[in-house]
């Protein structure tokens, strides 16, 4: 048997054969890029805000956030884009905050008149909170000459908002409250209409007064013919 032994793996210098090399984890990518897209949201949405839609640009955006524009555009066709998405997620997270979900509906307490007002004047106070309404009157505005986003801006929130009314409303047929001949489409249309109305036009100040008074309204045309 030869005494020559075939050389095993050299050893680095300093470590010894049982030391193992720390694990080192590659950067997460995933948190990098939420962070970059929650500062793009904060940047479209104080921009918005504090200069109007029109001046707001994805290089106002980008310089904003700290980010590339081609970061903006690899997720973004457009500053639009941006701002839908942005104002997604901050209904989203003043729902959370509210501790609601996703499928939050209005109210059924049994009395229809004291949901409602609930849900406008929660309305209101949102259309009245600065946070909202600038980024609001935007994406309706854009959406005029957007079709592709007017539809986005219904499909993903205006819609799922206007269906809390409908079943709402379809309850209160069914107990007896509203009309069962009515469309429950324009019955919600008699409430939300004349406040986005008002909103939309500044004509005059939205006050809880005035939801309130939209409800009664509302419900004397809806209530059962006798």
Do not use: C
């Amino acid at each position: 048997m030869s005494d020559t032994q075939t050389p095993g793996p050299k050893t680095p210098a300093g470590q010894t054969p049982e030391t193992k090399r720390p694990d080192t984890k590659a950067p997460d990518s995933s948190r990098r890029s939420e962070r970059s897209r929650r500062a793009i949201y904060d940047a479209a949405l104080a921009l918005v805000s504090e200069a109007g839609y029109a001046k707001t640009t994805i290089e106002g955006i980008a310089a904003r956030a700290g980010v590339g524009k081609q970061t903006i555009y690899r997720w973004w066709p457009s500053k639009a884009a941006v701002l839908l998405d942005a104002f997604l997620d901050l209904a989203a997270q003043a729902n959370e905050a509210l501790g609601g979900d996703a499928d939050s509906e209005i109210p059924d307490t049994g009395d229809l008149a004291a949901d409602l007002r609930y849900v406008l004047r929660a309305t209101v106070d949102e259309l009245n909170n600065p946070v909202y309404d600038a980024p609001s009157r935007a994406l309706a505005a854009e959406g005029i000459v957007n079709p592709e986003l007017g539809a986005r801006f219904v499909e993903r929130l205006l819609e799922p908002q206007l269906q809390y009314y409908v079943r709402r409303i379809e309850t209160a047929q069914a107990a007896g409250d509203i009309d069962p001949d009515v469309d429950p489409r324009i019955a919600l249309e008699l409430l939300v209409g004349p406040l986005n109305h008002r909103w939309l036009h500044r004509t005059l100040p939205l006050t809880h007064a005035y939801a309130d008074t939209l409800v009664d309204y509302a419900l004397r045309g809806l209530a059962p013919r006798t």
